[in-house]
């Protein structure tokens, strides 16, 4: 692995389903973000988490919730998804407190459908 | 409140010059960032601004003024793999970004 990876790449869900999103980066980062990216909008934070053990809540948690049990890995779960959380999610990591620009870097995304 | 504001489309010639603005109003300022994103891809970071002026990276080179809330982005010499969203994002007092929709570039033969 190189990066960040996100799984599933898209997914169609039956309103009502539960869905976990995975998201895994091995920078080693401390700092880790899931947004949504609906057109016109631009990205909008739903949960973020600067340092394994702690989470933190966005613009937009409202029925989403994440985990943070290691550097590596930082689950988004949809507990009950609704047609509204149809959008196209990316998980993105920094190196924050480490001197320099908290420059985040982008998974592929994962492009979801909820009817 | 929050806002960040940027054209939401641009149309430009190849090999020409386009240069794209961006205003930002935050909770405290720490910096700007300019990212590009391909259709259907990721946001891919390209330039980081936190003092006043301008900052080149070889074709690409980002403006910012503090004191105005105004950055732009300076493409030179365009090609047709510019064409892609440029997404504007400010860095506020919690180190959080607050991100503009992107504008949309359009390159054109």
């Known amino acids: 692995i190189a990066g960040i990876t996100q799984a599933p790449t898209s997914q169609i869900l039956a309103a009502g389903r539960r869905m976990t999103l995975r998201c895994t980066q091995d920078m080693r980062h401390n700092a880790m973000y899931w947004y949504r990216q609906d057109l016109g909008l631009g990205l909008r934070l739903i949960h973020y988490?600067?340092?394994?053990?702690?989470?933190g809540k966005g613009e937009v948690p409202d029925g989403y919730s994440v985990s943070r049990a290691n550097t590596d890995d930082f689950p988004l779960t949809l507990a009950s998804a609704v047609p509204s959380q149809t959008s196209v999610y990316f998980c993105?990591?920094?190196?924050?407190?480490?001197?320099?620009?908290?420059?985040?870097?982008f998974g592929p995304g994962t492009r979801l459908t909820v009817l | 409140g929050q806002n960040i504001d940027q054209p939401t489309e641009m149309t430009a010639t190849e090999g020409a010059i386009v240069q794209i603005n961006c205003t930002y109003q935050t909770s405290g300022f720490n910096g700007l960032f300019w990212y590009q994103q391909h259709a259907g891809e990721a946001p891919t970071f390209l330039s980081y601004n936190v003092l006043d002026g301008l900052e080149e990276k070889g074709r690409f080179s980002s403006f910012l003024s503090r004191s105005k809330g105004y950055s732009y982005l300076l493409l030179k010499e365009l090609q047709m793999k510019d064409s892609a969203s440029y997404l504007c994002a400010a860095e506020d007092s919690n180190y959080q970004l607050i991100w503009g929709a992107g504008t949309k570039l359009i390159i054109k033969p």
């Open positions: 993105a990591s920094s190196d924050s407190g480490a001197g320099g620009p908290d420059t985040q870097y």
């Open positions: 988490s600067n340092t394994a053990g702690t989470t």
